[in-house]
C-alpha cells in the first residue's frame, strides 16, 4: 500500500472494518463544510460508498470514507482525495490484507459530540449499508468504541414479560438527552437493531426520564446484552440485566404497576398491537383481563361534576359521549388524553343537549349537561376500550375522567353507538358529523366478521325448484309452526318450491334444527336450514339465502308472514313477464284484524327533510276500494316480496350497509326501477303479517337511532329518484297507474 501525501499533512490512513470493507481517513487542517467529497478510484467515482466529517480541536477536520473493495479487483485500487482544494491519492495494492480500524485512533483528538456521530455512523449507516452487523471486525471496533465511550454501562432492567415474545424494559436517560433515533441490542454476535418507541415519563426530583422499552425477546443477546440508545443530541449504553426469577407477566404488571400509569399504558397497548400479527388480539385480551379502574367526578348539588359514558374507538374516530354538571360556572372544557402528544381539547367540538343524572341520593335526579363529540383516534392505535379524558375548570384543576371498558366485539360496540344519545336529541347535525361516520365503521366491521354459514339440509329437497322461499329467522320462532303449516297446505309450492330459512341468530340453531326436523315429520315438506355463523342483519340473512337458492323466482319472506290461501307464490310469480317489464311485485298484507298493513309503498319528506317510507292504506279495511285496485307502486316491502333470481343479482342482492334491518326493501327496488323495470302490487294475493314482532326482540334497533341512520342514508342515496317518482305521479300516491 503507498499513500501520496500532501507537504505538511499527515497520510491517509487505510483500515477494514471487515468483510472487504475499507475504511478511510484523513485529517485535514482546516475545517469541512458538508460531506466530503465523493472518493473516485481511476478517475471513476466508488459506489457504493459513505462518507462522514468530524470536526478536530484547533479548527481542522477528520474525514471518513468507507467502501466496498471491487470483486474483480485484478490491479489493486488508485484513490484519489479531495477536500477543499487539497489533494492527494492511495494505492492499495491488490493483495494487501488491511488491519482492523482501531477504536482509540478513530475517536482520538474527537469531542464528545463528534464521537456520538461517529457511533451513530457506524451503528445506523455503515453497519446496515455494508452488511456488516454480524462481522467480527465490525464487532470487536464497535466493542472498543463503546467500550470508550461508556466504561461504566448504566442500568436497563427488564420488568415484564409479554406472553413468549417481549419485555418490558425500563432504564433512564438525562433530561436533556433528546430525541431518541434509534434502539439496539448488541452481544457478541454482533449488533441488533430494535423497531421500538420509547416511552419517557419526566421525572423532576433527580433531572433524569424514565424510558420503557419493549424489546423483542428473540433480539436480546444470550451473554452480556447491551442496550444502546441514540440520537441527534447523544448516546447512551445501559447493560441489559436479567432477574434471577421469573418475570412477572404484563397481566399481572397491568393490574398492580399501570393503574397509576395510564400513559405508559396505553403505550405499551400500542406497541404490542403494532410489533406481530397477534398483537392487536393480544392487546384486546390484555384490557379485558387488566381494566383501569373508571373514574367519574361525583354529582354534588354545588361543586362541578362528570363522567365519560362511552369512548368507541373506530378508524373514523372515538366517538365519546358523557356528561357534565357546572352549578357555580367553573366548567373550561373536555380533554382527550395522548402519550404520543399534548392532551387534545375536544370543547369547540362538543355537540351538547340536557340530561338527567342520578343525583348524590338514593333516587334524586340532577339536571345535566349531555355531550357528543368524534373525537381523533390517534395513529398506531390498538383499540383502546378505555381512552383517558380530563375535565378541565376555570382554575385551571383537571380532573381524570375514565370510562367504564367499552365494548370489544363490533356488534356490541355498534349496539351502543346506537343507543349513544338519546334520540330525540339527535338532529342532522348530531347524525352527520357524530354518530353516523362511526357507526358506519362498526358495522362494517361486524359484516367483515360475520363469517361463513352452515347448511343443514332437512328432508330431500327439489332437484330443479321453479321457486325459492327465502325466509330469515331472528329470535321470535313464534309463527314457525303455521308458517310451514300454510305452505305444506299450498300444492303448488309442495310440487314448484324449495324452502330455505336463515337462521340470523344462531344460538337457537340446535332448537331450531330440532324444531323444523319435528314440523318435517308431520308435514313432509323438505326445508334448508344456512345458519349464520354471527347475527349479521335482514340484508346479508337474505343474501346468502338468495346465494344457496336454485329457483329461477325469489320470494323474499319474513317469519311472521302467514298466507291466507294456497297459490299465492303461483299468482305473484305468474306477474313476472319480459313484456309488462315487472321486475318485483307485492301482495296485499293484512294486519291480525283483517285491517290493511301494506298496499304497496310510496315515499313522503318529514319537516327534517329526510324521505320515509310509507305504506298505502294502512289500517283501512281489507276490501277498501283502492286497495283492491292491481297498479304499479314506487316499492313493496320486503316482508314479502317476489323477484327474479336473475334480477336481484343483477343489481347486487340487498344493499348491506343499512344498520340491523330497515329501509333496505326499498332500496332494493329502487335499484329494480333503475333498470327500467317497474314494481307491481297485487292485492288479489293476500297473506297475514303480524308486523315487527321480530324487530322487538333486537335491542338495538328498539332502544337506539337505527332508523334515522338508516333513513338519513336512504334520502342521501335515493332522494332525487324519489323526489322524481312523487312529483311525476308515476308512480304516485292515491290512485296510481295500472299495471
Not at 129 to 149: A, G, K, P, V
Not at 220 to 233: Q, R, W, Y
Request: aromatic share 6%.
Amino acid at each position: 500500500m503507498l499513500t501520496s501525501p500532501v507537504d505538511g499533512l499527515a497520510s491517509p490512513k487505510v483500515a477494514s472494518l471487515g468483510r472487504d470493507v475499507v475504511l478511510l481517513t484523513w485529517d485535514v487542517p482546516h475545517a469541512e463544510r458538508g460531506s466530503p467529497s465523493s472518493l473516485k478510484n481511476d478517475g471513476e467515482d466508488i459506489w457504493p460508498s459513505a462518507s462522514l466529517r468530524l470536526s478536530l480541536p484547533g479548527g481542522g477536520s477528520r474525514l471518513f470514507w468507507v467502501f466496498q473493495r471491487p470483486a474483480d479487483e485484478r490491479a489493486g485500487l488508485d484513490l484519489s482525495l479531495e477536500a477543499r482544494g487539497l489533494g492527494t491519492s492511495v494505492s492499495i495494492d491488490r493483495d494487501v490484507t488491511l488491519a482492523p480500524a482501531h477504536a482509540e485512533d478513530l475517536i482520538d483528538g474527537i469531542d464528545n459530540h463528534g464521537r456520538v456521530a461517529l457511533a451513530s455512523a457506524l451503528l445506523n449507516v455503515w453497519g446496515a449499508m455494508f452488511r456488516l452487523r454480524r462481522d467480527r471486525t465490525f464487532i470487536e471496533l464497535l466493542s472498543n468504541l463503546l467500550s470508550h465511550m461508556a466504561p461504566t454501562p448504566g442500568q436497563a432492567v427488564a420488568i415484564a414479560q409479554i406472553a413468549d415474545d417481549f419485555i418490558l424494559t425500563r432504564t433512564s436517560l438525562v433530561a436533556g438527552f433528546g430525541k431518541i433515533d434509534a434502539i439496539y441490542t448488541f452481544g457478541r454476535n454482533g449488533l441488533t437493531r430494535i423497531h421500538a418507541v420509547a416511552h419517557r415519563i419526566p421525572d423532576a426530583k433527580d433531572g433524569r426520564d424514565v424510558i420503557h422499552l419493549l424489546i423483542d425477546r428473540a433480539r436480546i443477546p444470550a451473554e452480556d446484552p447491551l442496550l444502546i440508545l441514540i440520537g441527534p443530541g447523544g448516546l447512551s449504553v445501559r447493560r441489559l440485566l436479567k432477574p434471577e426469577g421469573r418475570l412477572p407477566s404484563i397481566e399481572r404488571w397491568f393490574r398492580e404497576q399501570a393503574q397509576a400509569m395510564p400513559g405508559l399504558r396505553e403505550h405499551v397497548l400500542r406497541e404490542i398491537a403494532a410489533r406481530s400479527a397477534a398483537g392487536p388480539a393480544y392487546a384486546l385480551e390484555l384490557q379485558l383481563r387488566s381494566p383501569l379502574r373508571p373514574r367519574r367526578l361525583s354529582s354534588s348539588l354545588t361543586a362541578p361534576s362528570a363522567e365519560i359514558v362511552s369512548a368507541l374507538a373506530t378508524s373514523a374516530g372515538t366517538l365519546v359521549t358523557g356528561w357534565y354538571r357546572d352549578p357555580v360556572n367553573l366548567f373550561a372544557g373536555i380533554e382527550v388524553g395522548s402519550t404520543e402528544n399534548e392532551p387534545l381539547d375536544l370543547t369547540k367540538h362538543l355537540f351538547t343537549f340536557p340530561v338527567e343524572v342520578a343525583g348524590p341520593t338514593k333516587g334524586s335526579r340532577l339536571g345535566a349537561t349531555g355531550f357528543a363529540v368524534l373525537a381523533p383516534t390517534g395513529t398506531r392505535a390498538a383499540q383502546n376500550l378505555q381512552p383517558r379524558f380530563h375535565l378541565r375548570l376555570k382554575s385551571g384543576a383537571r380532573h381524570s375522567l375514565v370510562p367504564h371498558p367499552q365494548p370489544a366485539d363490533p356488534a356490541e360496540a355498534r349496539a351502543a353507538a346506537l343507543r349513544a344519545i338519546p334520540a330525540q336529541h339527535v338532529d342532522q347535525s348530531v347524525l352527520t358529523q357524530v354518530l353516523r361516520p362511526a357507526i358506519a365503521d362498526l358495522h362494517a366491521q361486524v359484516r367483515n366478521q360475520i363469517g361463513r354459514p352452515t347448511i343443514r339440509k332437512i328432508g330431500v329437497s327439489h332437484q330443479r325448484p321453479k321457486a325459492s322461499v327465502i325466509i330469515p329467522l331472528y329470535r321470535n320462532l313464534e309463527f314457525l309452526r303455521f308458517q310451514i303449516a300454510a305452505f305444506a297446505a299450498d300444492p303448488w309450492m309442495r310440487a314448484n318450491a324449495e324452502l330455505i330459512y336463515v337462521l340470523d341468530s344462531p344460538e337457537q340453531a340446535q332448537e331450531v334444527e330440532h324444531l323444523l326436523g319435528g314440523l318435517h315429520l308431520v308435514y313432509g315438506l323438505p326445508v334448508v336450514l344456512v345458519v349464520m355463523e354471527r347475527n349479521g342483519g335482514y340484508a346479508r340473512a337474505n343474501n346468502v339465502g338468495v346465494s344457496i337458492a336454485q329457483g329461477d323466482v325469489l320470494a323474499l319472506v319474513n317469519s311472521d308472514i302467514i298466507p291466507v290461501s294456497p297459490g299465492w307464490l303461483e299468482a305473484m310469480a305468474a306477474r313476472l313477464n319480459g313484456r309488462r317489464r315487472i321486475g318485483a311485485v307485492g301482495p296485499k298484507l293484512l294486519f291480525e284484524d283483517g285491517s290493511i298493513q301494506h298496499a304497496g309503498m310510496y315515499f313522503s319528506q318529514d319537516h327534517r327533510g329526510y324521505w320515509l317510507n310509507q305504506h298505502f292504506h294502512k289500517g283501512m279495511p281489507r276490501d277498501y276500494a283502492p286497495a283492491c285496485e292491481e297498479r304499479v307502486v314506487p316499492a313493496v316491502t320486503g316482508a314479502c316480496l317476489v323477484t327474479t333470481r336473475s334480477l336481484f343479482e343483477s343489481v347486487g342482492g340487498f344493499t348491506e350497509d343499512y344498520v340491523v334491518g330497515d329501509y333496505e326493501d326499498s332500496d332494493l327496488c329502487l335499484k329494480i326501477t333503475m333498470t327500467e323495470r317497474k314494481i307491481a302490487y297485487v292485492p288479489d294475493v293476500e297473506l297475514y303479517h303480524l308486523e315487527r314482532k321480530s324487530m322487538s326482540l333486537n335491542a338495538e334497533y328498539m332502544r337506539g337511532i337505527a332508523w334515522q341512520y338508516n333513513c338519513a342514508l336512504h334520502t342521501e342515496r335515493w332522494r332525487d329518484v324519489m323526489i322524481a317518482a312523487m312529483q311525476t305521479g308515476r308512480p304516485r300516491k292515491g290512485r296510481n297507474a295500472a299495471i
